[in-house]
C-alpha cells in the first residue's frame, strides 16, 4: 500500500520560512518524479513545485520561483519543501504527489496522479 504523508506545515508570519516533508512507503520512490501542490481555501489545487527522479531538473510555478526550493533524498524516500520569504497568499494546504511522468505532475494533471498525500496546513499571518 502506497502512503505519502506530509509533514512540517504550521504558523508562520509573513517572511519567515518553512520546510515541508513528504516520505513514501510502498513505492519504488527513485522511479517517481515527485511534486508538490497546494489550495487555498475556495480555489483549486495548483502545481507548486516538481523534482526529477533522481533530482537532476526541478520546476516552479512562476508565483513561488525564486523563495522555493524543491528536493530529494532517494535513499530516504523524502522530499523537501523548502519555503522562504512566505507571503500571506501562500496560505494553503500543501499536499505532496508521486508519479512516474513528468508531464503528469509538472502539468498538474490532478486526475490522473498516481499518488496524493492527505496534505500538511501552512498559514501565513500578515
Known amino acids: 500500500q502506497v502512503q505519502l504523508v506530509e509533514s512540517g506545515g504550521g504558523l508562520v508570519q509573513a517572511g519567515g520560512s518553512l520546510r515541508l516533508s513528504c516520505t513514501a512507503s510502498g513505492l519504488t520512490f527513485s522511479r517517481y518524479v515527485m511534486g508538490w501542490f497546494r489550495q487555498a481555501p475556495g480555489k483549486e489545487r495548483e502545481f507548486v513545485a516538481a523534482?526529477?527522479?533522481?533530482?537532476?531538473?526541478?520546476y516552479y510555478a512562476d508565483s513561488v520561483k525564486g523563495r522555493f526550493t524543491v528536493s530529494r533524498d532517494n535513499a530516504k524516500n523524502t522530499v523537501y519543501l523548502q519555503m522562504n520569504t512566505l507571503k500571506p497568499e501562500d496560505t494553503a494546504v500543501y499536499y505532496c504527489?508521486?508519479?512516474?511522468?513528468?508531464?503528469?505532475?509538472?502539468?498538474?494533471?490532478?486526475?490522473?496522479?498516481?499518488?496524493w498525500g492527505k496534505g500538511t496546513l501552512v498559514t501565513v499571518s500578515s
Open positions: 523534482i526529477t527522479w533522481s533530482g537532476g531538473s526541478t
Open positions: 504527489a508521486a508519479d512516474p511522468v513528468l508531464s503528469t505532475v509538472v502539468g498538474g494533471r490532478r486526475e490522473i496522479m498516481d499518488h
